[in-house]
């Protein structure tokens, strides 16, 4: 492959990573809202009419299939450029040389990482028990009734610390990967520039604590 076409061939990656990456900015958004249902003080009725309507919904559910791509993409490609970033830099200095990298430009693979055993975790807690790859738990109703699942789970010191901690680094990574995405599609600008780094700033804030509240609200509020 010449030159010219290889650095054509790694743009792509770049820019569709960070197409599917800014998709599933979004879909967070929309996960985040519908997870915050289940602390409304009405026993959990919101959060399940939310998870019946998403799960009965023909839209919804080909959505799915254009999410779980979505994560493979931006993972695989995150991988490949990942390592061919690391193949391409010189190595063996004598001397550390100082980088003008960010702190979280410089960890965006080990926050991701971190990102993505939680992704795991989390999905065989609660999406792998709905198409029938883990086994029901007796607390819970139905394969659909995770509120129940969320209740006994959360109300775990452990679980809930390790999700804190997840949802800390989720945010890191968020962070940069907004800032990261309007770069590699062009769209920085001088101008734009500071706007776009304080709303990736408050998005991944926002988007951190937000998930953050539900096990903070089963380990300290929820009175059953």
Do not use: C
């Amino acid at each position: 492959m010449s030159t010219t076409a290889f650095q054509m061939a790694s743009i792509s990656k770049k820019v569709i990573t960070a197409l599917a990456g800014l998709f599933l900015m979004f879909f967070l958004a929309v996960h985040m809202t519908a997870n915050l249902m289940m602390i409304k003080p009405d026993n959990g009725n919101t959060f399940r009419e939310v998870v019946h309507f998403l799960s009965t919904n023909p839209l919804v559910q080909a959505m799915e299939i254009v999410l779980f791509s979505g994560f493979l993409i931006h993972i695989l490609l995150g991988l490949i450029v990942t390592f061919r970033n690391w193949a391409a830099r010189p190595v063996g200095y004598k001397v550390a040389q100082k980088s003008n990298t960010s702190f979280m430009s410089k960890y965006m693979f080990h926050t991701g990482v971190i990102v993505f055993v939680f992704l795991v975790l989390h999905l065989w807690h609660f999406f792998a028990i709905k198409i029938g790859w883990a086994i029901k738990p007796e607390v819970m109703n139905d394969v659909h009734d995770f509120y129940s699942l969320a209740v006994v789970l959360f109300q775990q010191p452990l679980f809930s610390v390790f999700y804190l901690v997840s949802f800390v680094f989720l945010g890191v990574h968020l962070n940069h990967a907004l800032q990261s995405g309007f770069q590699t599609l062009g769209l920085n600008h001088n101008k734009y520039t500071p706007g776009v780094k304080i709303f990736s700033t408050i998005y991944s804030v926002i988007i951190a604590l937000g998930f953050s509240l539900i096990p903070l609200y089963f380990l300290f509020i929820f009175e059953g």
